[in-house]
């Protein structure tokens, strides 16, 4: 069976929204960025210069941009999730 | 059960969840404000306080409970009811206080307006955006405070005062003409923590002075009443066992949200001529959010902190690395390597592994396991409990108040009224209420969920007892349908989980009903059969 997750979309269909798939992107294209000190500035523009992003696509709010940074280490680092009894620490 | 009557001048308390005679988890608090404003008209308010989860496993598929949304928000896309609440305020970032806002915007529901300090609006940011929420129709707004300041809402003045816990960590003072209540959220005492604003003694002897009527506070280890390890002495404690591993890697777990921890292991890494290096997405993630909340990290320590893609061409012996699994959690770094799954961490005899954290009971079993494994590889273990048989001293202390604590604060505040010891198990609520006793102040223990609390400046009274029903959520094997990229390009992350909701009785024990609201979300992707599953 097909994956629905990698079928006919290509990188030219990515927005803003497209969060988990920025990120990927994102890791794919800067493997030695400093993601501790990325600012949003710099963010934005690596996003907007990623090959084939949407043109013209509105600025992000800071959510999208500290969702946009949270897919791409979780692209770098794969599912490492915190456990669910931190709180009684 | 029809509604209590909160007609009368006062602030009314409610706790939704978080006095569970089940355990610790799911903290909610209503609070109806009914006052008059300086012209002398009514003015009645809502405040939510907390929207937290409770886990029920140790491990496995996710499964908690929460306080049923129904009758705290409204439905998206329809009027507000007459119970929406003004704002939702929250204490700091720990699953168990923001844990369910995802749940109910899945649920369909809109969340009011959100009040917290920055590194706890971070969380929540990631909170809903690793739950698929990112639509700007379905997030809530959210309003950063600073520390200590003072917002007017819902009827009340609420103050974010700070409270050593977690960076951003907030008591909150809710106050009107008619009473003030000091909603502690979760606390300790400890001015060596590095990161945040620290509890000042003098704010709280001051707010104290201006008058509080009742205290709501933490009771978690209320009962503990021994000496208090700072996060300074164990970082002093730490840096002797890092002199003591020349010539090996040293590799220590954590939990994705003991910051404050890493920053101890950072400096202990510095003194000893060593690279912090740190690996693991949610750890990772955590610190980026603490460097975007203004926390930094790399500022504390003094040194730059490498993740885990820049440090392959250090020596093991100059690194010190950290990894999240000190509760052993699947797919941490600490308990793959532990279970030389490929790809880990390399784990060996030339290692010491320190994990500077407690097990808790609902991980024990499994942290047992994991020490046994990471013992078999021919590491040098050296857990909480051995660090102090070892003569090292004490590399954890809980981040919530001991009884010292929890006594300061009362003396400081000197409540006129009472004091509700909460977020405890019963041992640890009555350790809290007896230190109220030793004090003179009447507490108030209320071993369930459901008691509506009047509070003024003359009394502390309960008026009524409502029934609230709490949600259980279980994943499906579903999961929301993502944005999606051609095969082979990048790690692809897990797509969020869809979950099943049942309502369930106060206890959190028998289902009364199943799939109680539809999911109301993105596209679903569904559970592909089990053979063509990856693993």
Redesign the interface.
């Known amino acids: ?1 097909d ?9 030219e ?2 927005t803003w ?5 920025i ?3 994102l ?2 294209a800067h ?2 960025e ?5 600012t949003p500035e710099r963010l934005t523009r690596l996003v907007a210069d990623l090959p084939g992003f949407a043109a013209g696509a509105a600025d992000p ?4 941009l ?2 946009i ?3 791409w ?17 | 059960m029809s509604a209590a009557d909160r007609s009368q001048a006062g602030i009314y308390w409610q706790s939704r969840m978080g006095n569970n005679s089940d355990g610790i988890g799911g903290n909610c608090h209503r609070y109806d404000i009914v006052t008059t404003n300086e012209a002398g008209q009514a003015v009645r308010g809502r405040l939510v306080v907390d929207y937290g989860i409770k886990i029920h496993n140790g491990g496995g598929a996710y499964d908690c409970s929460f306080p049923s949304p129904e009758a705290l928000f409204a439905k998206r896309g329809q009027p507000d009811p007459a119970h929406a609440p003004d704002a939702l305020l929250l204490t700091h970032s720990h699953e168990d206080h923001l844990g369910a806002l995802k749940h109910a915007i899945d649920m369909g529901y809109r969340l009011p307006p959100i009040h917290c300090t920055s590194f706890t609006a971070e969380l929540v940011k990631k909170s809903l955006a690793g739950a698929g929420i990112i639509e700007p129709e379905r997030r809530p707004e959210i309003h950063v405070v600073k520390p200590s300041e003072t917002i007017a809402v819902g009827g009340a003045e609420v103050t974010f005062v700070p409270v050593d816990h977690l960076p951003g960590a907030s008591a909150l003072l809710i106050r009107t003409r008619e009473a003030a209540v000091f909603h502690s959220g979760d606390y300790k005492f400890d001015s060596t923590l590095a990161l945040g604003e620290r509890a000042n003694p003098e704010q709280l002897r001051r707010i104290g002075k201006q008058g509080v009527d009742m205290v709501l506070s933490d009771s978690t280890a209320a009962g503990e009443d021994r000496p208090k390890v700072t996060e300074r002495e164990i970082g002093r404690h730490l840096e002797a066992i890092v002199a003591g591993q020349r010539g090996r890697a040293v590799v220590a777990g954590v939990l994705g949200t003991q910051l404050d921890r890493v920053v101890s292991l950072g400096r202990a890494a510095k003194t000893n001529g060593r690279l912090l290096v740190v690996s693991g997405a949610s750890l990772v993630q955590n610190i980026q959010a603490a460097e975007r909340a203004g926390h930094s990290l790399e500022k504390a320590i003094g040194a730059p902190i490498l993740l885990a893609k820049d440090a392959y061409g250090i020596p093991a012996d100059r690194a010190l690395v950290v990894t999240t699994g000190a509760f052993a959690q699947p797919m941490a770094g600490l308990t793959r390597s532990a279970e030389q799954q490929p790809g880990a961490l390399y784990i060996g005899g030339d290692t010491t592994v320190i994990i500077p954290q407690r097990a808790i009971p609902p991980v024990q079993a499994a942290h047992r396991a994991m020490v046994e494994r990471l013992d078999a590889t021919g590491a040098r273990v050296i857990t909480a409990e051995r660090a102090e048989e070892m003569g090292y001293g004490a590399i954890h202390q809980s981040g919530h108040a001991i009884a010292a604590d929890t006594k300061l604060l009362y003396t400081l505040l000197k409540p006129r009224q009472s004091v509700s010891p909460m977020h405890g198990a019963p041992g640890q609520i009555e350790a809290n209420a007896e230190i109220a006793r030793s004090l003179g102040i009447k507490p108030l223990v209320l071993n369930e969920n459901g008691a509506v609390v009047r509070v003024t400046k003359q009394s502390v009274e309960i008026v009524d007892r409502e029934a609230l029903p709490r949600i259980g959520a279980r994943e499906t094997g579903d999961t929301k349908q993502l944005p999606r990229a051609k095969p082979g390009e990048g790690r692809r992350p897990r797509p969020p989980a869809i979950y099943r909701y049942d309502r369930l009785d106060q206890a959190g024990e028998a289902v009364l009903s199943r799939d109680v609201e539809s999911y109301d979300g993105p596209a679903r992707t569904p559970r592909p059969p089990r053979d063509q599953r990856a693993r």
């Open positions: 069976m994956d629905p997750n990698t079928d006919a979309l290509t990188w269909t990515l929204q497209d969060i988990q798939a990120g990927m992107a890791a794919e493997p030695a400093k993601i501790l000190a990325l709010d800071d959510f999208t500290s969702a940074v949270t897919a280490i979780a692209a770098e680092d794969g599912d490492d999730e915190s456990s669910p009894f931190d709180y009684l620490a």
